[in-house]
C-alpha cells in the first residue's frame, strides 16, 4: 500500500460521493424531480467515468499492476474528475430542460431548483480532480513503476487489428461529431426539419461508443507494440465483443429514436430520417466485430500450446 498516498485514499472518496450522486436527484423542473441519468447530456456518464477511473487504478496501483506509472495515474484520475466537474459545474449554470445544444445561453437555469444531489456529484468531483492532481506529485507516485499485465504469446501488428482500428475510429468520427445522425420534422411541433448529431441527441450511446473506440485502440496499439494484456486469439475475441456492444447500441438507437421521450417525457414529432452517416458508423462497427472474429480464429491456439503456455505437461511429449 506504499504505492497509494493519502491523496489517492481523498479521490476514492470522492468515487463513492460520485456514485451516491448517479442515484440522487438533481433538479425541479416544471414540477417534477430528475435525476442525471434522463435529459442531461453526459453528465451520469463523466461521473461513472470517473468513479470507475479512481476505483480500477488504485486497486491496481495496490495489486502493482499498474498499466501507468504512479504519476500518470494520479493525471488520468485528476483530468478525468475535472471533465467530470467541469460538466456539472456548466449544468447546474445551464440545465438542459427547453435547450439541448450548447448555444442556450443562461435561459435553460430558469424555474429549476438544483438538489442535493448535484451538489453531492460536484463535491465527489472536486476531491477526484485535487487528490488524484496531488497524488500525481507525492513520493509515492515518483516511486511507482509501471507494471501492465502482459500476455505470454505477442505476434504484433497485422491487417486485421489494422481494420479494427480503422472501423473504431470510423463508427465514432460518422456517428458521434460533425455529421448527422437523424433528421426531424415538426419537433416540438416547429416547422420545417431539423438536422441532430448523435452526441447531444443519444448522449448515453455517444458516451457508450467513445468508450468502445478507445478501449479497440489502447489495445490494437499495445498490440502493435507486442504489449498486448492477452493472446492474440483472446485479444480478437475481445475486440469482436466490445465492436457488437457499440453496434447493438447503434442500432438500437437507428430503430429507436430519442425524439419520441426526450428528457424522459413525450414530446411531440413528425417523421424522423435515419441520415447515411449513421449507417456508415453501425457498417464500421460491424467491421470491427468482422476483424475481431477473423483475429480470434486466425491465431487460434491449439490445445498443446495453450498448455505449454502456462507450464503444463504435453501426453506424449518429451
Not at 76 to 91: D, K, T
Not at 237 to 255: D, E, P, S, W, Y
Amino acid at each position: 500500500m506504499q504505492r497509494i498516498s493519502i491523496w489517492l485514499w481523498v479521490a476514492l472518496g470522492g468515487a463513492v460521493l460520485q456514485g451516491i450522486a448517479l442515484g440522487s436527484e438533481f433538479y425541479i423542473s416544471g414540477g417534477e424531480r430528475k435525476g442525471a441519468w434522463l435529459g442531461v447530456p453526459h453528465t451520469a456518464d463523466l461521473l461513472l467515468l470517473s468513479a470507475l477511473v479512481t476505483i480500477v487504478l488504485l486497486l491496481l496501483a495496490g495489486v502493482d499492476r499498474s498499466p501507468l506509472k504512479g504519476r500518470n495515474v494520479g493525471l488520468a484520475v485528476g483530468i478525468v474528475g475535472l471533465l467530470a466537474a467541469l460538466q456539472l459545474a456548466y449544468r447546474m449554470i445551464v440545465p438542459p430542460f427547453g435547450c439541448l445544444t450548447y448555444a442556450c445561453g443562461l435561459s435553460g437555469g430558469s424555474n429549476v431548483t438544483l438538489l442535493t444531489g448535484i451538489w453531492v456529484g460536484l463535491v465527489g468531483s472536486v476531491a477526484v480532480t485535487l487528490g488524484g492532481f496531488l497524488h500525481a506529485f507525492t513520493r509515492a507516485a515518483r516511486g511507482t513503476p509501471a507494471r501492465p499485465p502482459v500476455g505470454a504469446r505477442q505476434e504484433g501488428m497485422n491487417p486485421w487489428l489494422g481494420l479494427a482500428g480503422l472501423g473504431a475510429v470510423g463508427m465514432f468520427l460518422f456517428g458521434y461529431t460533425i455529421f448527422d445522425f437523424y433528421r426531424v420534422s415538426g419537433f416540438l411541433g416547429q416547422q420545417g426539419t431539423a438536422s441532430w448529431g448523435g452526441w447531444l441527441s443519444t448522449p448515453h450511446t455517444s458516451s457508450l461508443v467513445l468508450a468502445m473506440t478507445v478501449a479497440v485502440l489502447v489495445l490494437v496499439v499495445a498490440a502493435g507494440r507486442e504489449r498486448s494484456p492477452l493472446s492474440p486469439s483472446s485479444l480478437g475475441a475481445l475486440i469482436g465483443v466490445l465492436g457488437f456492444i457499440a453496434g447493438a447500441r447503434i442500432l438500437f438507437r437507428m430503430f429507436e429514436s430519442p425524439f419520441s421521450s426526450a428528457g424522459g417525457n413525450s414530446t411531440q414529432v413528425g417523421a424522423v430520417t435515419i441520415q447515411p452517416a449513421a449507417y456508415v458508423a453501425l457498417a464500421c462497427a460491424v467491421l470491427v466485430v468482422v476483424a475481431g472474429i477473423v483475429q480470434a480464429v486466425t491465431y487460434r491456439e491449439a490445445p498443446a500450446e495453450r498448455r505449454e503456455a502456462v507450464g503444463e505437461p504435453v501426453p506424449g511429449g518429451a
